[in-house]
């Protein structure tokens, strides 16, 4: 990462994961979600919320996922680059691309995930020691289903109370998703001792298979298809 990204690290060396702060211990099943077909297959979610390390690292960990690319969402095709998108003023967020199987895991147990383990959804603009809108939390959806599937579990975290403050969460159609720099990908997986990754993403995964047993899958069982 960048210079002030290191320091950051060290500066809030004791800062704990940043999950998502839930006044219940677990969050609710989507009360609206699509069904599970009966036949195997592949569908797309795109979504956003911090450094796309740790997002990457808790979605393949997930039972159903197929394949997860670190990118950017939300600008253009030209200034899709990790230099231009830190400094924040491209329009990007550092985004996942899921590749995942219906009929194991539904798009609303994959926003359960989201909401609860991978990102802290009423941080505005930032995650833990980033900050900018390069970190924000949005949820690019790819079709209506998924747009009214992401609208009516928001409304409906927010009915039950379960976050301590607002949810900042944005709901926006995806245009283009760019697949990030090699380097990017599968970075906790390749550098588990770096401190960004043992501070930040590692408890996060850790917190996926102590709450949500269910859900989870040991990082090999991660089918790696090349698209």
């Known amino acids: ?7 950051s690290v060290f500066v ?5 994961a940043c999950t998502a702060v839930a006044s219940n211990a ?9 069904p599970k ?18 997002m990457q690292s808790v979605f393949e960990h997930v039972r159903g996922v197929r394949r997860v690319w670190a990118g950017y969402s939300g ?5 899709a680059h990790y230099d231009d998108v830190s400094d924040g003023n491209t329009g990007h967020a550092e985004s996942v691309e899921i590749q995942f ?3 194991v895991v539904s798009y609303g147990q994959l926003l359960k995930v989201y909401f609860a383990v991978a990102h ?8 833990g020691p980033d900050s900018g809108t390069q970190y924000r939390s949005e949820i690019f959806y790819g079709n209506p289903e998924q747009e009214k599937i992401a609208q009516a579990y928001i409304a409906q975290l927010t009915a039950a109370k379960v976050f301590d403050a607002s949810i900042v969460t944005l709901v926006q159609p995806l245009k283009a998703f760019y697949t990030a ?14 401190m960004y990754i043992v501070i930040n993403d590692a408890p996060k995964v850790a917190h996926l298979k102590q709450q949500y047993p269910a859900l989870y899958q040991p990082e090999q069982q991660v089918v790696d298809v090349q698209l």
């Open 1 to 7: 990462m960048k210079l002030p990204h290191l320091i």
């Open 12 to 16: 809030l060396g004791s800062l704990t």
């Open 26 to 34: 677990n969050l609710p099943d989507p009360s609206y979600d699509a």
């Open 37 to 54: 077909p009966a036949t195997h297959g592949t569908e797309t979610a795109v979504l956003a919320g911090g450094c796309f390390w740790g």
């Open 75 to 79: 600008g253009d095709a030209s200034t």
């Open 101 to 103: 199987d219906p009929a």
């Open 120 to 127: 802290d959804p009423t941080e505005l603009n930032r995650q």
């Open 181 to 194: 720099e090699a380097y990017h990908q599968d970075y906790a997986r390749n550098h588990p001792d770096d």
